[in-house]
């Protein structure tokens, strides 16, 4: 006999729970970047400093955000301590307090370890819309590929990424998809695609620079790059790596933690990796500075990550150091 949604909720643990709420929750996110998007002002403002590359923020990255803090705290009792790119500043009424049945269909399939996992073990970490330079393309004259946006919602456990919610509110068109993953346990929303007719190395289409570049170039001549795909976001770009791509490879400092965590647990979950550019482990401790440091390079289900790391020179590595854990509030 089946079990009712409230049945299974109530024979989960919490971090299928928690799981299973953000994958519902990216999608009410998801509903009001649309929804800010067919509004069309995008109010974007800069966020970076003077003197600084520009970094944009819209309404929808703000309202997003808003929903998924609320959200969360309001189901889990304001327990979580949850990390997130924007302030939670734009209002918005409504409150997501569903969740997946599909995820909560992973419990039986969860390791022990995880199964104890209670709110306070766990750091959230929310990019409530990563590729808003795709977002906002408009704004910069330019047709946006609205398919590179993503939601992301990450778990990390003991410092380690081990569940991950990617939701692309117009995967198809203006159909969405919600990829979930939990370490160990499944990955759910996806074929993972793991034999490669061609190594596709996908990297940054808007924030390239000479090591990047320099990265890249030496993958080329190890015969690990036949073609590169310049596209937005790391959300999309680890997507990518699951459905074709062989790696993302970002030899550069201004991604950071909460772009990271969730695509990072959803990749490990299938089987990839995900390190920084020297193949060290990212650490998504509550107290470590926000900055990827250290770059970021994924590679995809069957891929050698040792060989792609090896390949990136010495000088590109030195320029792109571990990034310190902190005791002071950034
Ligand atoms: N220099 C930077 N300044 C701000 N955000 C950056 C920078 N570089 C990367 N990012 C963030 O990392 C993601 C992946 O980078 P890229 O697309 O260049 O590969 C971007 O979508 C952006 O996230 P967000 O859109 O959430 O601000
Ligand atoms: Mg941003
Ligand atoms: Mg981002
Ligand atoms: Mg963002």
């Known amino acids: ?18 799981v299973a709420s953000s994958a519902t929750i990216s999608e009410a996110a998801g509903d009001i970047i649309k929804a800010v998007m067919t509004d069309g002002d995008l109010k974007v403002i800069n966020k970076s400093a003077v003197g600084q590359p520009i970094d944009v923020q819209t309404e929808a990255d703000r309202a997003a955000q808003y929903i998924i803090e609320k959200s969360l705290q309001l189901k889990f009792d304001n327990k979580l301590t949850i990390i997130g ?39 959230v970490w929310v990019d409530p819309l990563d590729g808003t330079s795709e977002f906002a393309a408009k704004s910069r004259g330019r047709e946006p590929k609205l398919n590179q946006v993503t939601v992301l919602i990450g778990i990390a456990y003991k410092n380690r990424a081990i569940a991950g919610v990617v939701h692309q509110p117009y995967y ?7 990829v979930v993953g939990i370490v160990n346990t499944g990955v759910i929303g996806l074929n993972v695609i793991s034999q490669f ?6 990297t940054t289409a808007s924030h390239s620079t000479d090591a990047v570049k320099k990265a890249i170039e030496a993958l080329e001549k190890a015969n690990l790059a036949d073609r590169i795909e310049k596209v937005s976001g790391a959300g999309f770009k680890v997507l990518k790596c699951l459905e074709g791509a062989t790696a993302y490879v970002f030899a550069s400092h201004g991604c950071k933690k909460w772009d990271t965590c969730a695509p990072e647990a959803l990749l490990v979950a299938a089987g990839g990796t995900l ?10 401790a509550a107290n470590v500075q926000h900055p990827n440091t250290g770059g970021v390079l994924a590679t995809a289900p069957t891929v050698n990550h040792d060989s792609y790391v090896n390949a990136i020179p010495d000088d590109v590595k030195a320029f792109l150091p571990e990034t310190p854990v902190v005791t002071s509030k950034q």
Do not use: C, H, Q
């Open 1 to 18: 006999m089946s079990l009712t949604a409230d049945e299974m909720w109530a024979r989960s643990s919490f971090l299928t729970r928690l």
């Open 85 to 123: 790119e924007e302030e939670v500043t734009s209002e918005v009424e409504r409150r997501e307090s569903g969740f997946s049945t599909d995820v909560l269909a992973l419990e039986d399939r969860l390791p022990a370890e995880f199964k104890a996992i209670k709110p306070e073990d766990v750091v």
């Open 197 to 202: 007719d061609e190594k596709v190395v996908v």
């Open 275 to 284: 390190t920084d550019i020297s193949g060290r482990p990212i650490t998504y």
């Open 172 to 178: 198809n068109g203006t159909e969405s998809r919600t």
